[in-house]
């Protein structure tokens, strides 16, 4: 059913939430694996398994960065063990896999079922195409909209009205966030808006679905004021027409991680904000973000954001902060509501940025985990990212990791190096 908008629904019991997610146990050197050399500044818990002796051997050889700085770290998923760990608390770029945080965040305050509202809404001779952040809205949607409207406003006996659009859910002067490089907008992400069209990047988003939305009534017979489009926010005593539902919250993080979707990553950071009486704006979105994410215990000492996507190149974040929110994913307690992070999670070598188009997990040593990893992806010009969860092949326990990597590298050669390491994660190389 479909959740107010700003309702705050975390969906967590209390009592879960009070204790650690990740309760970190305590390092000390394992006895009885000579056999075994661990990485520098890794000792091993007096329970680690088979597979984690396996990953800390072949990590402890293998993890090295091309150039500049790279860090890591394994948790065991279940206990919150560290099984292994090299630079843990490094500030680097993570790119995309900030979205990690914005997904759990507006999963936990909106609710998995949260859905946005589209609509049409009329005062006397004035029409009022109101955004409610759908973050799919498609331009079908804006289509089937205007059709409907028409519909409604000839039975009224409406041949003509004046068309606004109103986006106040958003501010609609936002200023960039810090980070964000000239060329962005709208090159890699549209002007961040409460009314946008799915999959069109543009400076002026509403502006952009507005007139999508008049050309369709236009085709109607339903006459619209010709020149600029114009924004006004609807008044309260305006008549609903028609409206469009979004699909779930759920659905549509998954979407978001699966391919990576800018867009869509600050919308829900902006929701998560007004979700919990902050500005929607990148500072009222990061705080947000943040505060939701502390309320699992993730270590977030050295983590700065300045987006909820994750282009800011002054994003700072840590691998032990990545790898612990990756494995709330599949912690049962919270599966209810941070299922949909798993499963948008692109599969390594399957679909989304880790699907064979981007060339992931296709070739030796890394095709051997093909299907077995779901994981983030980050990527900026010097800086690459992984962070995600798998089964190791020893062990058969659920794995959390998290990659990170930054200086001045072939981005090709970088991402089969974080791939590598990964998939020594998994246990097959």
């Known amino acids: 059913m479909p959740r107010p908008r700003r309702t705050v629904r975390s969906g967590l019991r209390r009592s879960a939430l009070g204790r650690p997610a990740l309760r970190r146990a305590c390092v000390v050197a394992l006895v009885g694996v000579s056999a075994l050399s661990l990485g520098a500044g890794t000792a091993l818990a007096t329970d680690a398994t088979a597979g984690d002796q396996r990953i800390a051997h072949y990590l402890g050889t293998r993890f090295h960065p091309l150039t500049g700085q790279a860090s890591g770290e394994v948790l065991d998923a279940a206990s919150g063990r560290v099984v292994w760990s090299s630079g843990a608390g490094a500030q680097l770029m993570p790119a995309s896999t900030t979205k990690i945080a914005t997904a759990i965040a507006a999963l936990t305050v909106l609710g998995p079922n949260h859905t946005e509202r589209t609509r049409v809404v009329l005062k006397g001779r004035n029409l009022y195409l109101v955004g409610g952040a759908d973050q799919h809205l498609t331009g079908d949607d804006v289509n089937a909209l205007a059709d409907a409207a028409a519909t409604a406003l000839k039975k009224q006996r409406h041949t003509s009205v004046t068309l606004y659009v109103d986006d106040s859910l958003f501010p609609h002067v936002q200023p960039t966030s810090p980070g964000w490089q000239p060329g962005y907008v709208p090159g890699e992400v549209s002007s961040i808006s409460a009314l946008q069209v799915f999959g069109h990047e543009n400076v002026d988003s509403a502006l952009y679905a507005g007139n999508v939305f008049r050309s369709r009534l236009a085709t109607h017979g339903i006459g619209v004021q010709s020149g600029v489009l114009k924004r006004a926010k609807a008044p309260s005593t305006a008549t609903q027409l028609v409206s469009h539902v979004s699909e779930s919250l759920a659905s549509e993080v998954e979407r978001m991680l699966k391919d990576s979707v800018n867009d869509n990553a600050e919308g829900f950071a902006r929701l998560t904000a007004l979700a919990v009486h902050q500005p929607a704006d990148w500072q009222g979105a ?111 326990r659920w794995k959390a990791f998290a990659f990170l990597e930054e200086g001045g590298f072939n981005t090709t050669s970088a991402r089969n190096l974080i791939d590598q390491w990964a998939t020594t994660v998994e246990g097959c190389w």
């Open 286 to 396: 990061t705080r947000a973000v943040l505060a939701t994410v502390a309320r699992y215990h993730v270590p977030l000492t050295g983590v700065q954001l300045y987006d909820g996507s994750g282009l800011s190149r002054s994003d700072k974040m840590t691998a032990r902060a990545l790898a612990s929110m990756a494995a709330l994913t599949v912690d049962p307690r919270y599966q209810s509501v941070l299922k949909p992070v798993l499963v948008g999670f692109p599969v390594a070598g399957v679909d989304g940025t880790l699907g064979p188009a981007w060339g992931r997990f296709t070739t030796a040593p890394t095709k051997c985990a093909a299907g077995k990893i779901d994981a983030k992806t980050g990527t900026l010009t010097g800086a690459i990212a992984l962070a995600g969860v798998t089964r190791n092949q020893q062990d058969g």
